[in-house]
């Protein structure tokens, strides 16, 4: 029901554009790869482990064949021409490799040739995959999600400490625990690997990390009749891989925005494209939700003249997701209760801004985040402005509500810090439970102006970035008023124009299911 009364050709018209601005990245992302979809391709096929030097597999084949032979062909015309030419199987040529007994080859083999020799290593981890997201559809059909469920985080550096307190907050009445990861990991060009216990605020996202926590949540499942979904990072250099893993492993949330790492990691614009759209194939493939991250520009512009941005962002997210085959109903998209608490009618401004959002996008598991940039340290103040926060959750029907903590700005927050917020998140859905179906916003009033305002002035935004690109656009700061160049930041060297024979036997095999 559309109770703020959104003009639907002001919403078609910014869809329009976003499709446009979208649709442009994409043309470009078609005819790029880079190392780290490079990397997932061996990864899903099932080249995991590293050498006597701790480096990963995927990175020594993938550097290996750009530094001998070059990629444009694709890492999947590399493996399957050196396993032809060695007449031997997969294992047999990675101890070739590791021991530089044998190399990395290319011969003039078709597309065909070249999915026949790699299909019997690639559909093992498809069906896998399959079967992970086939578990989590039984466990929801067994354990049905609530309306808005209820999002923590867990981020000691250690995945052992972690598992202890993801269990805690889980049995307190936590429905999605996010595992915080290591500072600093998005800007590694390899995933570590193993299990890690030495974190800086948060823990390495690994592969064993992720099967560990897997586990451990599943436990907490069967105990308390509830399935615990579990979350991480996509993001940053290797996003195409951790998406690899994670699905491997059936997280079920990630982190994934399109534009979160070029905005605030500085990694650069045409890496963070190609990557995204890679790690978001492999997402809908695994009926993996996405999180994306507008709530972040907020944090370095005001909320209250900004908001056109999120909604911008989401937007184009929304379009980027579609182009990846991601459904509505994978679509988290973000954003966050972040107005200064002390500007008048502020709550009447947050809420014009939810419920504009969970309008526009009704089926999607919208993110909502709690207040940060002005909590101050006063954990009296943060746990009345996260009251606030918990019941603009509420009464607008957000999907995924992330907790905020009394001891933001403080410390990494303790396992009473969490048992309260997750208390005064539970009293608040109770004691509104059907506040959502009950009240309707006054006709021209200032919730809904606000709302038709933010929506004109995305759209007119949308219209902008349309007509400038949005690699200008964020050239020019439009978000978050940071300025990324096309050519600069993290990364741009693991970018390579596809070659007209490219190669890549998991976006095939997918794209071809997905279609």
């Not at 086939?134 to 067994?142: A, G, H, V």
């Not at 994978?330 to 009447?348: K, T, V």
């Not at 809420?351 to 940039?373: G, S, W």
Request: charged share 25%; hydrophobic share 40%; proline share 3%.
């Amino acid at each position: 029901m559309n109770k703020l009364r959104l003009n639907p050709n002001i919403i078609a018209e910014a869809r329009t554009f976003a499709k446009q601005i979208a649709l442009e990245v994409q043309a470009f992302i078609d005819v790029h790869s880079t190392v780290a979809v490079e990397r997932s391709v061996c990864r899903m096929l099932g080249i995991d482990g590293v050498d006597e030097e701790g480096i990963p597999l995927a990175n020594i084949i993938v550097d290996a064949g750009k530094e001998s032979i070059g990629l444009e062909k694709g890492i999947s015309n590399i493996i399957a021409s050196s396993l032809k030419y060695y007449q031997c199987d997969l294992n047999t040529w990675l101890l070739g490799i590791s021991s530089k007994q044998m190399e990395v080859k290319n011969l003039s083999l078709s597309k065909q040739e070249i999915k026949d020799v790699l299909e019997p290593y690639l559909r093992p981890t498809l069906t896998q995959i399959k079967e992970n997201k086939k578990i989590r559809e039984q466990n929801l059909e067994k354990y049905p999600e609530k309306k808005t469920q209820i999002y923590v985080i867990v981020a000691t550096g250690n995945i052992f400490e972690d598992i202890k307190q993801a269990k805690a907050a889980a049995i307190a009445g936590a429905d999605i625990v996010a595992v915080i990861r290591s500072t600093g990991q998005s800007l590694l060009d390899y995933v570590p690997n193993g299990a890690t216990t030495e974190g800086f605020g948060g823990t390495y996202a690994t592969q064993e990390n992720f099967r560990l926590m897997r586990k451990a949540l599943d436990e907490v499942t069967l105990e308390e009749k509830r399935y615990i979904k579990l979350v991480n990072y996509a993001s940053g250099l290797c996003m195409p891989e951790i998406a690899t893993l994670a699905a491997r492993e059936r997280l079920d949330i990630l982190l994934n925005d399109s534009m979160y790492g070029i905005i605030f990691r500085d990694i650069n614009m045409q890496r963070t494209f190609v990557d995204q759209y890679f790690s978001r194939l492999i997402n809908a493939y695994a009926g993996i939700i996405i999180n994306t991250g507008e709530d972040n520009y907020l944090t370095t512009s005001d909320a209250y003249e900004e908001a056109h941005t999120v909604l911008a962002s989401q937007f184009i997210n929304e379009q980027f997701a579609y182009l990846a085959h991601l459904p509505a109903k994978l679509m988290g998209l973000g954003h966050a209760f972040e107005i200064d608490p002390m500007l008048e009618n502020s709550f009447l401004y947050e809420v014009a801004q939810a419920q504009m959002a969970r309008e526009i996008f009704p089926d999607a598991p919208l993110k909502y985040m709690p207040p940060t940039k002005h909590i101050t340290g006063n954990i009296f103040r943060a746990y009345m402005q996260n009251t606030l926060f918990n019941i603009a959750t509420t009464l607008t029907s957000q999907s995924i509500h992330l907790l905020g903590m009394l001891t933001e700005a403080i410390h990494t927050p303790w396992l009473a810090d969490r048992q309260l917020a997750i208390e005064n998140a539970k009293t608040i859905q109770v004691a509104l439970k059907d506040m959502a179906s009950e009240i309707y916003f006054k006709e021209d009033g200032i919730i809904e102006t606000r709302a038709q305002d933010v929506l004109l002035k995305a759209k007119n935004l949308l219209s902008q970035i349309a007509n400038d690109s949005l690699f200008v656009s964020l050239s020019n700061g439009v978000f978050a008023n940071v300025k990324r160049s096309k050519t600069g930041g993290k990364g741009l060297d693991g970018v390579f124009v596809k070659d007209a024979d490219y190669v890549n036997v998991v976006m095939d095999a997918i794209k071809g299911e997905l279609s």
